[in-house]
């Protein structure tokens, strides 16, 4: 069976702070997707990060920066320099290949991050 | 490219009505999925559309459906609502590809049950 875990119910942080999230997952599928999406006040999810299974460069775009690592199952989200605009909830999922039950992601419960001027 | 729409956007109602949900996806986007959010069960993926047809359902019970139609358009329909239907419903379409894809969400649906 397919899940994700994030441990870190709510983060609170002050600006200029580092801050990472973490996530782990299960799976039996040999190829598989992670994402990360962002999830404002407003409610709507927005799309941060995909990462196929058979890719484990890290990546950075500005402040955010992904680190997966197979051997251990986790894809971890780092924010560098947090401002207040990064309040939000994040969710970590994960989706197997289309041919199997692909188009259906499963999430994470979320991380609260608060980051206070 | 406008983003993926959801009408109406808020929605009271009472037990034992019913309640339909529109999405209306990105253009060129075939595949339509729904997921239900609440504070108690976090967010589940409710079912999935691709060419009119449904590709995966999720552990719902039968008085959630949907229908997609040829403009890749999707509506979602609650039948005899109960008050633990009130919740955030997400729609997010997909362009399907070999090399995975990635879904974009709508701003929801927040149905409130009374």
């Known amino acids: 069976a397919q899940k994700v875990t994030q441990a870190q119910t709510e983060i609170s942080v002050v600006e200029k702070e580092d801050v990472t999230l973490d996530c782990v997952y299960e799976t039996r599928d040999t190829t598989y997707y992670l994402f990360w999406y962002k999830q404002p006040p407003s409610g709507e999810l927005v799309f941060l990060i995909r990462r196929n299974s058979f890719d484990e460069q890290n990546e950075i775009s500005g402040r955010y920066s992904w680190n997966f690592q197979k051997s251990t199952s986790s894809f971890n989200f780092t924010i560098t320099a947090s401002q207040v605009v990064d309040s939000a909830v994040y969710f970590c999922?994960?989706?197997?290949?289309?041919?199997?039950?692909?188009?259906?992601?499963?999430f994470g419960q979320g991380t609260e991050l608060s980051v206070k001027p | 490219k406008a983003g993926v729409t959801q009408t109406p956007r808020y929605l009271i109602k009472t037990r034992g009505q019913q309640v339909t949900l529109s999405c209306s996806p990105i253009?060129?986007?075939?595949?339509v999925s729904w997921y239900q959010q609440t504070p108690g069960q976090g967010l589940q993926f409710l079912f999935e559309?691709?060419?009119?047809?449904?590709?995966n359902k999720g552990n719902f019970p039968g008085r959630f459906s949907g229908r997609q139609f040829s403009n890749s358009r999707s509506e979602m329909n609650v039948s005899t609502l109960e008050l633990g239907d009130s919740a955030l419903y997400l729609c997010?379409?997909?362009?399907?590809?070999?090399?995975?894809?990635?879904?974009?969400f709508g701003p929801g649906t927040r149905l409130l049950v009374l």
């Open positions: 997010a379409s997909s362009l399907v590809l070999r090399g995975g894809e990635t879904q974009y």
């Open positions: 559309y691709f060419s009119e047809t449904q590709r």
């Open positions: 253009s060129g986007h075939r595949s």
């Open positions: 999922a994960l989706s197997g290949p289309r041919g199997n039950q692909g188009g259906k992601l499963i």
